[in-house]
């Protein structure tokens, strides 16, 4: 059995009868102004991917990791998702009950026993509260979280680590939506024991079909994961690009300063037409909504298509990439309060 995610734009033409060059799909919450691809050459595809090429340390600068920290690079983010839960016997793993489900999916799959958290509990308010984290071998934090766009401080997070600590236990922390805003992110803390942290090209670089991240951390859990993952987990095209895209400081500051713009341009389109934006990031709005399905059925009646959750009456909604988009989508949110 798979999850369910978005992006799932073949199905909607199949159900919806619209083809598939006439969606508008905001459904993933990834960079419609993606990293623009060079063209690959020829040897990169005829030839096995090399550890050596200097990727790895291109990723340790990027990310301004201490020098004892660990990091392997990975296809994806998800590949750390689904062999952690390999690397410890069986333990009690605390997981956001709003948040990307493959987390508790795969720990759960693993044997694992999950904990379900909520939300409320990573609010400023409940800053002080940490008699939870007791009950745990195992935290995850998706920051900023997905759906919700909720972020915890990094001393907070550290915070929660040194309980952890305590008792040999870890902290994962997806930051899969951190790029747009760096300064958040715990990178520059990953040497810290029990500490692990995802990253990945998929969002921010609008690159989720090269398939290429890493995950950092405690070099001592790392070590661990190799064997796992097996020989050239990550394609040379996709090192190529990687490192390519890495090294642009140009295109990122330029997409910071475009996408939070963007943002909040999304958030203010939807509280004009009535909707409660319960947050966001950089990349994707989310809203209350009372009937999650009725709205989404409703756009991609018109072929615009976003993610609902059903069970949590939230509704998220992707970044549109040009004007006639934001149109678009203005207009259908128009007709669906109008009726």
Request: net charge positive; charged share 15%; with cysteine.
């Amino acid at each position: 059995m798979l999850l369910k995610h978005g992006g799932s734009l073949n199905a909607a033409v199949k159900r919806w009868g619209i083809a598939r060059e006439h969606w508008l799909d905001l459904s993933t919450g990834i960079n419609p102004h993606g990293w623009p691809v060079p063209k690959i050459p020829a040897a990169i595809w005829q030839r096995l991917p090399e550890a050596d090429d200097g990727l790895a340390a291109l990723v340790r600068q990027q990310l301004l990791l201490p020098q004892a920290a660990g990091c392997e690079l990975l296809a994806g983010s998800q590949a750390a998702i689904m062999n952690l839960p390999r690397l410890r016997p069986r333990c009690r793993v605390g997981v956001p009950r709003i948040g990307y489900q493959e987390h508790a999916w795969q720990w759960q799959q693993a044997g694992h026993t999950i904990v379900w958290l909520d939300n409320a509990l990573f609010s400023a308010e409940a800053a002080e509260e940490t008699t939870w984290l007791k009950q745990l071998d195992v935290l995850i934090w998706i920051n900023p979280n997905n759906p919700t766009g909720q972020r915890v401080p990094t001393q907070r997070l550290l915070q929660w680590l040194q309980c952890l600590q305590q008792r040999n236990g870890w902290l994962i922390v997806d930051e899969a939506f951190i790029d747009a805003t760096p300064e958040h992110s715990l990178c520059p803390q990953a040497d810290a024991t029990g500490l692990l942290i995802l990253r990945s090209l998929g969002k921010f670089y609008g690159l989720a079909g090269v398939r290429a991240g890493a995950i950092v951390g405690d070099p001592a859990i790392l070590a661990e994961l190799p064997s796992l993952l097996g020989p050239w987990t990550l394609s040379g095209p996709s090192r190529y690009l990687m490192a390519r895209a890495l090294s642009d400081q140009r295109w990122q500051q330029q997409m910071r300063q475009l996408l939070a713009k963007d943002s909040q341009r999304l958030r203010q389109l939807l509280q004009q037409h009535g909707h409660s934006v319960l947050g966001g990031c950089a990349l994707f709005q989310t809203i209350h909504c009372p009937q999650p399905q009725h709205l989404a059925d409703a756009l991609a009646a018109q072929g615009i298509l976003v993610r609902q959750f059903g069970q949590q009456q939230l509704v998220r909604f992707g970044l549109p990439a040009n004007t006639s988009d934001w149109q678009r989508l203005a207009k259908a949110l128009a007709d669906y309060s109008a009726n």
